[in-house]
């Protein structure tokens, strides 16, 4: 299963953002190129607790649905997101990617004995399930952009 504690899973992935241009445009849903790289900054910022999000009571918070989630189902498109990944207006195009590419470099950095936060939806995670639903969540939308 691929994970962002993978080196060469981070490298790929940063191989397919380096292709994302401004002018992409989404094959479903209303990102646009760049609020998709300020959505998935954002998204890891919440990773390590850089950025608060309100926690959700839903029914993937518990296992086994939520290993089931994290694991194996497919990423469905139009989820709903936590509104704090979605707030802020898109930096620069460089500066975005920029920011985006060293929180993915970062990534490899971290420690997974640290605390991480709990996620808005799934709550309590392990390191290894945010490795995963981290490469997925960013896998899904580069794959929305068609790289």
């Given at each position: 299963?691929?994970?962002f504690?993978?080196?060469?899973?981070?490298?790929?992935?940063?191989?397919?953002?380096?292709?994302?241009?401004?002018?992409?445009?989404?094959?479903?849903?209303?990102?646009?190129?760049?609020?998709?790289?300020?959505?998935?900054?954002?998204?890891?910022?919440?990773?390590?607790?850089?950025?608060?999000?309100?926690?959700?009571?839903?029914?993937?918070?518990?296992?086994?649905?939520?290993?089931?989630?994290?694991?194996?189902?497919?990423?469905?498109?139009?989820?709903?997101?936590a509104?704090?990944?979605?707030?802020?207006?898109?930096?620069?195009?460089?500066?975005?990617?920029?920011?985006?590419?060293?929180?993915?470099?970062?990534?490899?950095?971290?420690?997974?004995?640290?605390?991480?936060?709990?996620?808005?939806?799934?709550?309590?995670?392990?390191?290894?399930?945010?490795?995963?639903?981290?490469?997925?969540?960013?896998?899904?939308?580069?794959?929305?952009f068609?790289?």
């Amino acid at each position: 299963m691929k994970s962002f504690w993978q080196p060469q899973t981070r490298a790929a992935v940063l191989g397919r953002l380096e292709v994302l241009t401004p002018e992409h445009r989404a094959q479903w849903g209303r990102f646009t190129a760049p609020l998709v790289v300020a959505h998935l900054s954002d998204a890891l910022r919440m990773a390590f607790g850089d950025l608060a999000t309100r926690s959700k009571r839903l029914p993937v918070r518990h296992p086994p649905l939520k290993q089931i989630v994290i694991y194996w189902l497919p990423m469905p498109k139009g989820l709903p997101t936590a509104a704090e990944l979605i707030s802020r207006a898109p930096a620069a195009w460089e500066a975005e990617m920029h920011d985006c590419r060293t929180l993915i470099e970062r990534f490899g950095r971290e420690s997974p004995g640290r605390a991480w936060p709990d996620h808005p939806a799934f709550g309590t995670m392990t390191a290894r399930q945010w490795g995963v639903i981290t490469y997925r969540h960013t896998d899904h939308h580069l794959s929305q952009f068609g790289v």
